[in-house]
């Protein structure tokens, strides 16, 4: 199974909206309750199961950001009773 991970660097992030605004499936939102410590509004990664790891976001992040990563998860070897 393929899972999508983006992580958005808090310190670096300066609240310009191009990463929800450009993202093609809406997994990224702005939120109004956090904040970084320099007071920017923060957007979260709110809908993993939409993403398809494009890294529209990351390329569109003036700061640099945001990285996107492919989580693969694999399946639990099948063993059998001889």
């Known amino acids: 199974m393929v899972k999508s991970e983006v992580i958005i660097n808090e310190l670096l992030c ?22 970084n410590p320099q ?3 923060l957007p979260v990664f ?5 993403c398809n790891t494009c890294g529209i976001c990351t390329r569109m992040c003036p ?8 989580l693969i998860e694999e399946e ?6 001889r």
């Open 14 to 35: 300066k609240g310009c909206e191009l990463c929800v605004y450009f993202c093609p499936r809406g997994c990224i939102e702005m939120t109004k309750n956090k904040l």
């Open 76 to 81: 639990p070897a099948v063993t059998t009773k």
């Open 39 to 41: 007071g920017y509004v």
């Open 46 to 50: 709110n809908h993993p199961e939409n």
């Open 63 to 70: 700061d640099l950001a945001i990285e996107v990563y492919v």
